[in-house]
């Protein structure tokens, strides 16, 4: 069940990352239109010089682009459109761009940074990127700063920028802690609708499942599986003559039983009622009877009590091997028979039956 769970949330974050890729590469899209037609317009009106370094600029994000078409790398994808959005920044903040209008395009990287990276990598860079705004405004003489800036440009600058940095960072908390509430209640919904709520063990739907995957692997790999069908004795007794509570506590330390004889690759399943189910890969029908015949022994000198009372429990089972059936319902039709000929032979036993388990049964009377 475990493994389902994974698996759903590794396709959910798969889903995610798809269309953080899509995202990116409209970004992408939009800036080189943006770069195409804002480096025309300076060209146009005589600065040429910066035209054609904004053009300059569109040559990494067309090579960004095609190298994640080709490898199809995220995380370089990411990496790219982030290195490229730094330098343009840096440079429009250096020289200013056109009417020294350059630095209000640092309004667009708090929200790609808490959007593209975690909130302590995002704030971390968006620091480093003050500091270097700091420089670029409090030392314009240094070389490759050609762009001045005025007192109340500045604090309006800091002052704005600030501003959005911080709601972005309370809107990306926000929107992940509501994700992680989500899958944390996607969780419990999918465990609920995979788990009996009595014993903790798989339900029917979880079972059949199994069973159809386990039966898909079989006929791929011809990786053989048994199953037991087990039904507890007279278990409408308990319930008439102990109550239902005492039921369900048996019910309960069965489940608990169960779980300690079969192994991490087995799944236990309460099949319906008193009726419950193993399945048992990579496993032939003798050793299946094997692992049967001990959970039987377990569960016959187990000591089930319910306030201070002695409930005695047993069960009998019906065992088949994959290699016996031709299908999943042949599978379950025979495991049926071979349970009810374990009742009617005297319950508290396995069937089919085997020499070992009546030389077991010889020795133990």
């Avoid at 009106?45 to 370094?53: C, D």
């Avoid at 790398?73 to 056109?98: C, I, P, S």
């Avoid at 630095?103 to 270097?132: D, M």
């Avoid at 800091?158 to 960072?169: G, M, N, V």
Wanted: charged content about 20%.
């Amino acid at each position: 069940m475990h493994n389902n769970l994974t698996l759903s949330q590794a396709l959910s974050t798969e889903h995610e990352e798809q269309q953080i890729s899509r995202l990116l590469t409209g970004v992408s899209v939009m800036a080189l239109l943006f770069l195409f037609g804002i480096g025309a317009k300076a060209w146009h009106s005589g600065h040429l010089t910066h035209g054609v370094i904004l053009w300059l600029f569109s040559l990494p994000i067309i090579v960004n682009m095609l190298w994640f078409a080709r490898t199809g790398n995220r995380d370089v994808q990411k990496a790219g459109v982030l290195t490229f959005v730094g330098l343009l920044l840096a440079y429009l903040m250096a020289t200013g761009g056109e009417s020294k209008t350059g630095p209000l395009w640092f309004y667009a990287l708090p929200p790609l940074l808490f959007f593209l990276t975690s909130l302590k990598t995002g704030t971390a860079i968006l620091l480093f990127c003050y500091l270097a705004a700091m420089i670029v405004f409090q030392f314009p003489d240094l070389p490759g700063i050609s762009a001045h800036y005025n007192n109340d440009f500045k604090i309006r600058f800091f002052a704005t920028l600030t501003f959005e940095s911080i709601f972005c960072f309370v809107l990306e908390a926000t929107r992940q802690s509501s994700r992680n509430k989500l899958v944390s209640f996607a969780k419990t919904h999918e465990h609920a609708a995979r788990t009996d709520e009595l014993t903790g063990l798989a339900n029917r739907r979880e079972m059949l499942n199994r069973l159809n995957t386990e039966f898909s692997r079989y006929q791929r790999a011809g990786h053989h599986f048994s199953i037991a069908l087990i039904d507890l004795d007279l278990f409408k007794k308990v319930n008439d003559i102990h109550g239902h509570d005492a039921g369900d506590k048996v019910l309960e330390r069965f489940a608990e039983v169960t779980q300690g004889v079969t192994r991490q690759t087995d799944v236990a399943a309460r099949w319906g009622g008193e009726e419950f189910m193993l399945l048992l890969p990579d496993t032939t029908l003798l050793q299946a009877l094997a692992l049967a015949e001990r959970l039987r022994s377990e569960i016959a000198t187990t000591a089930f009590i319910h306030n201070g009372t002695t409930v005695p429990v047993t069960l009998s089972a019906g065992v088949c091997s994959i290699s016996n059936a031709t299908s999943i319902n042949e599978l379950l039709k025979q495991a049926d028979v071979q349970l009810y000929a374990a009742k009617e032979s005297g319950r508290n036993r396995i069937s089919p039956r085997v020499r070992s388990q009546d030389k077991a049964r010889t020795s133990s009377a």
